[in-house]
């Protein structure tokens, strides 16, 4: 099956080709000529040559959705080919448009969990030894938490290989999966079951459906006929196909085209619709109603798109703090040994006996130093040895007499001697 974003830029070269007023044959004859067109159009062009009509040689190629079938077959017999393809490449446009989207938003975590990564393997290869070898030459002990980050870098560092081809497998088969007939399925539930996909999907979904009817009733297709597209066009949308199978019912028994299809509508659209079909202009109002859902898509995806930068940053915040958290996990961790740093830095260090038994020598040492400690307190409070032993009490001390003024020196009559002095150097 040609992919959308091929599909688009042949439409639009078809559109292009059919207004420069060449005719068709001479437009796919120039079209398969060329380098980026030649591959899809090439069987197409031997069959148009041949006297084959446009659209039964396209659907020869069964590489074709019938939906872009059905617009070239009645613009064949309407003469407003490029007028269908202009809106059947409207409508694809606005597809691959979410779709980039969406995935310029998938972007951003890839980009965040790279650096986050990145930082990581920095802080603990080059920022962490820092801070831990200072703390291992001082003795302190460390728990084994202080290693966990320094032990996951290490891991991390020899098996990055496996994880990046592990990764990249993963991508691909998720890729795989997607473009694939269960993986397609699957998207089309979740647009209708998960609340945001539904947030995202929904009003995409109502413009595409809409303008597809508008497109085929333009076309001038039989009520019957354009169910059939609707249900191949739906082919992946679960849901959506349900509700066109019991739509294909009602109408074939008989119920108005708006009434049957009311169940793939909203309200207001279903009363427009209905109004719209009693005044026969039941294709210009689904047209006018799916430009209102496009605006409104547009208006949910820029919502989107501000929500996730926010979570984004909130992600961003959260790898920061797990770095700096990193950095300082041994350095809190050293706060007594703790378990839980955390707790540890709430409760600030735990005391020196707490974290160790003494041993005999150090118990008698700290005992001698009490004994003493207490005499010199004593001493300098007034007591004969203070408190001696760490249990003696203060004894009285006597005041003195004042000191009488002393009139004069006597040395009790003594006589002085025959020694006399000599200098320094015994001369």
């Known amino acids: ?12 070269a078809l559109v292009s080709a059919v207004r420069s007023g060449l005719p068709l044959s001479d437009a796919f004859r120039t079209l398969a000529s060329s380098r980026r067109h030649g591959r899809l159009l090439a069987g197409v062009s031997r069959l148009a040559a041949g006297g084959t009509s446009l659209h039964e040689a396209f659907a020869a190629q069964r590489a074709f959705p019938p939906l872009f079938i059905a617009l070239l077959r009645a613009g064949e017999e309407g003469g407003k080919t490029e007028e269908f393809l202009e809106l059947y490449a409207d409508c694809l446009e606005a597809r691959l448009k979410f779709r980039r989207q969406l995935e310029r938003m998938l972007v951003y975590p890839l980009a965040v969990t790279v650096l986050a990564a990145g930082l990581f393997l920095l802080v603990s290869f080059k920022v962490l030894p820092l801070v831990m070898e200072p703390l291992l030459k001082s003795g302190a002990e460390l728990p084994p938490q202080a290693f966990l980050f320094a032990s996951l870098a290490e891991w991390l560092a020899g098996s990055w290989p496996k994880l990046l081809g592990i990764g990249a497998l993963a991508l691909l088969a998720l890729r795989v999966f997607l473009i694939s007939s269960v993986g397609r399925k699957a998207r089309g539930l979740a647009g209708h079951w998960l609340p945001v996909c539904r947030y995202a999907t929904a009003e995409l979904r109502l413009y595409y459906i809409y303008t597809t009817m508008a497109l085929l009733m333009k076309a001038g297709l039989l009520p019957g006929a354009m169910m059939d597209v609707l249900l191949q066009f739906s082919e ?10 019991r739509a294909a019912g009602e109408l074939a028994g008989g119920a108005g085209f708006a009434r049957s299809v009311a169940a793939v509508m909203q309200e207001d659209d279903r009363t427009a619709a209905e109004l719209a079909e009693k005044a026969g202009r039941l294709d210009d109002t689904l047209l006018s109603r799916a430009r209102l859902h496009y605006d409104r898509h547009l208006h949910r995806v820029e919502l989107l798109m501000k929500a996730f930068n926010l979570s984004t940053l909130a992600a961003i915040a959260a790898v920061c703090f797990g770095l700096i958290l990193t950095v300082i996990w041994p350095a809190v961790s050293a706060l007594g040994g703790a378990k839980d740093p955390l707790k540890a830095l709430r409760a600030g260090p735990e005391p020196a006996a707490s974290q160790r038994a003494l041993t005999p020598e150090e118990e008698r040492t700290a005992a ?3 004994v003493q400690g207490g005499k010199v307190a004593g001493m300098m409070t007034g007591g004969k040895y203070g408190n001696e032993g760490g249990g003696g009490t203060k004894e009285k001390r006597k005041k003195l007499a004042p000191v009488v003024p002393m009139k004069g020196v006597g040395f009790g009559g003594g006589s002085p001697t025959d020694i006399s002095p000599t200098s320094a150097n015994g001369r």
């Open 236 to 245: 992946d949308d679960l849901v959506t196909r349900g509700r066109l199978k």
């Open 368 to 370: 001698f130093n009490s």
């Open 1 to 12: 099956m040609v992919s959308e974003a091929a599909l688009l830029d042949l439409s639009r």
